[in-house]
């Protein structure tokens, strides 16, 4: 690997690609929540793409909070 950098996904992105667009990800996510004053951004721990399995409380929770009026 060019200047030292280890592979360490099956895309073969090395290490220091995969942070520098897990926090551009991060970056991007996190603005969105400002685009509207009613959003809320929530970080779902401990919970995989499937959210809606892995932690149904918190979709739920949100789901509650929202107002249709």
């Known amino acids: 690997m060019p200047n030292g950098q280890s592979r ?3 895309e073969g992105l090395p ?3 995969l942070r520098q667009v897990e926090e551009t990800w991060h970056r ?3 603005r969105q ?3 509207t ?3 809320i ?3 779902a721990t401990e919970a995989g793409h499937s959210i ?3 932690r149904p409380d918190l ?3 949100a789901v509650t909070k929202l107002d249709f009026t």
């Open 8 to 10: 360490t996904d099956d």
């Open 15 to 17: 290490e220091s690609e």
């Open 28 to 30: 991007l996510v996190l």
């Open 33 to 35: 929540a400002t685009l």
């Open 37 to 39: 004053e009613e959003a």
């Open 41 to 43: 951004f929530v970080t």
């Open 52 to 54: 809606h399995l892995d």
């Open 59 to 61: 979709v739920l929770s």
